[in-house]
């Protein structure tokens, strides 16, 4: 089964820093395209950021470009998102997606229960 784990999302200062966490299992994360989406009330749900299975290339939202940084460790099967210079217009439910593909289903998305991120004073 494949599943798709968030952790460490807490309650955070304007400016401060924070890693998010996301437990991967059931497929590798090295053959996925894994993004990093947040949701914030009223709002749809966004792309952050993704880092490819193949070759590691990266690419970020505008509004999180030289603050947010995602990466991956294949041995753990984990994806992070290292999120500093924290605003409060950053705040939201952060959800990891993986996206895989298949010659005989295509493209296929997996998401995560979610994780909270609060910027406040």
């Known amino acids: 089964q494949v599943q798709l784990v968030e952790s460490g999302g807490a309650l955070v200062q304007p400016g401060g820093s924070l890693r998010l966490s996301c437990a991967a299992s059931g497929f590798s994360v090295s053959s996925s395209v894994m993004s990093w989406y947040r949701q914030a009330p009223g709002k749809e749900r966004e792309a952050v950021a993704s880092?490819?299975?193949?070759?590691?290339?990266?690419n970020y939202a505008d509004s999180v470009k030289g603050r947010f940084t995602i990466s991956r460790d294949n041995a753990k099967n984990t994806v992070y998102l290292q999120m500093n210079s924290l605003k409060p217009e950053d705040t939201a439910v952060y959800y990891c997606n993986a996206r895989r593909w298949s010659i005989f289903l295509g493209n296929s998305d997996n998401w995560g229960q979610g994780t909270q991120v609060t910027v406040s004073s």
């Open positions: 880092i490819t299975g193949a070759g590691g290339s990266t």
